[in-house]
């Protein structure tokens, strides 16, 4: 009898093992099936988020579009406060505008939301009378090289002479794949990086993901990519400083008609400050001018009319010293950087601080330039004014956004031209493979809520 009962014990030990067996098998098989799903959700809600970003990404492109069709004054960029620009929510999605300081004093450690003003950069493409001036305007960026500056000149123009410590043919067919230089305009600033000389170091600094501002990764020595001085400041590439889309008509107001060319003032000039002042104040006017005066600026104009700024603001829109279609390569003295101020000639880096302190201690915005010619003085103007406007037609969205829960991180930078009066993107990337550029306020902020994680 104990041996029957010994031999039942053992089958029931033995269908408890199985039965303990396929309960394990299923709670595995339950937990997979569970842990897929789980993956699955979460796919698909990141998927979600990411779509809501994009679309945030794009509404906030068109609300530029608006912000530039709808402005009282044509040329003028919009005020800071006239618009959002942090955190502005669409949706279950949030989008910024990453923008940039205009003083250099903050040194890249404080973020700035806004947009930017492409007109505030030295254009590539700037045509001047004497290639060694852009050489000099090149020269004076921070991290830039005289090769480079040079390569860059051999890069853009027609000939295969070759600038002093440049690159021509003979240098690029030396390179693995062999290639040449473009002798053509610049199309992009990325495009920087296929010409001679142009190092990941001299083009984007410290700042590899082009936010403008001191990360963590990019203030801790070579603990992290990149290599950094760890000093406590940004220093940028040139890439920060350098656009090709700065461009404005060389038409007036309405939008049809030439503006008036003053390098030879006529009847037509007489006509408009007749018009816009009175016909003894443009009669006194034109005398000033006298008749074998001839200017390199309007700003040169202005210095030797003996106009009031009043009295130039009310006109200068209508004035030019070029008798083509467009002006490539302006740039705006109302919203440019000490930085790009004081690489132009006839500004040293004393005379940017003065113009950038005095227009942000100024309480109205405006497109007017007669102001900086007290700073400039008069050989400053004679230097200088060939390379200053006061309107911007093309601005720039480096827009970020995030969906729900602060999940599907998006970015996409946009520059916007309204040189015809109608806006229209002319320029569109990708940016977000550059890495988060938010700042660890915002990531911590979308934590906190179970967000970002």
């Given at each position: 009898m104990s041996a029957t009962f010994h031999s039942a014990s053992q089958r029931n030990g033995s269908v408890l093992v199985v039965v303990l067996c396929v309960c394990l098998g299923l709670v595995s098989i339950t937990l997979l099936f569970g842990h897929s799903m789980l993956m699955a959700y979460r796919g698909a809600d990141n998927d979600l988020s990411g779509r809501q970003a994009e679309q945030a990404i794009d509404g906030a492109a068109r609300y530029v579009e608006l912000l530039m069709a709808t402005a009282e004054t044509p040329g003028l960029m919009p005020d800071i406060t006239s618009y959002e620009s942090e955190a502005?929510?669409?949706?279950?999605?949030?989008?910024w505008f990453l923008g940039r300081a205009a003083e250099t004093t903050t040194n890249?450690?404080?973020?700035?939301?806004?947009?930017?003003?492409?007109?505030?950069?030295?254009?590539?493409?700037?045509?001047?009378?004497?290639?060694?001036?852009?050489?000099?305007?090149?020269?004076?960026?921070?991290?830039?090289t005289a090769e480079l500056a040079a390569a860059i000149i051999d890069w853009r123009d027609?000939?295969?002479?070759?600038?002093?410590?440049?690159?021509?043919?003979?240098?690029?067919?030396?390179?693995?794949?062999?290639s040449s230089a473009k002798n053509a305009d610049f199309e992009s600033v990325e495009e920087l990086g296929l010409v001679s000389g142009a190092t990941r170091l001299i083009l984007y600094g410290e700042?590899?993901?082009?936010?403008?501002?001191?990360?963590?990764?990019e203030d801790d020595g070579e603990i992290n990519l990149p290599s950094d001085n760890s000093d406590g400041k940004l220093d940028p590439g040139i890439l920060e400083y350098l656009t090709v889309f700065s461009k404005e008509s060389n038409k007036q107001s309405d939008g049809t008609t030439a503006?008036?060319?003053?390098?030879?003032?006529?009847?037509?000039?007489?006509?408009?400050?007749?018009?816009?002042?009175?016909?003894?104040?443009?009669?006194?006017?034109?005398?000033?001018?006298?008749t074998t005066t001839r200017f390199n600026?309007?700003?040169?104009?202005?210095?030797?009319?003996?106009?009031?700024?009043?009295e130039f603001d009310l006109v200068s829109d209508s004035l030019t010293t070029s008798d083509g279609d467009s002006v490539a390569g302006l740039i705006n003295v109302n919203t440019a950087s000490e930085t790009v101020l004081a690489c132009l000639p006839g500004i040293d880096t004393d005379k940017a601080s003065k113009i950038v302190s005095q227009r942000l201690g100024s309480a109205t915005q405006s497109a007017g330039i007669a102001w900086v010619a007290d700073i400039l003085g008069?050989?400053?103007?004679?230097?200088?004014?060939p390379y200053l406007t006061g309107r911007s037609y093309q601005i720039s969205a480096d827009v970020a956004a995030v969906g729900r829960h602060g999940r599907g991180y998006r970015r996409t930078r946009f520059v916007i031209d309204n040189s015809t009066g109608t806006p229209q993107i002319i320029y569109r990337r990708n940016l977000a493979s550059l890495g988060w550029a938010l700042g660890s306020d915002v990531r911590e902020s979308f934590a906190s809520t179970k967000g970002i994680q």
């Open positions: 502005v929510p669409v949706g279950d999605a949030t989008f890249g450690t404080t973020r700035v939301f806004g947009l930017v003003d492409e007109a505030s950069k030295i254009n590539l493409n700037m045509r001047v009378s004497d290639p060694q001036i852009f050489l000099d305007i090149l020269g004076k960026l921070p991290g830039m027609a000939d295969e002479d070759v600038t002093p410590g440049g690159a021509e043919a003979e240098t690029y067919n030396r390179q693995t794949p062999a700042d590899t993901n082009l936010n403008g501002v001191l990360d963590a990764n503006r008036i060319n003053v390098t030879q003032p006529g009847t037509e000039l007489t006509t408009l400050l007749t018009e816009k002042l009175s016909a003894s104040r443009a009669n006194e006017i034109m005398a000033s001018l006298g600026s309007v700003l040169a104009f202005y210095v030797r009319s003996g106009m009031k700024p009043e008069p050989d400053g103007v004679e230097q200088a004014g």
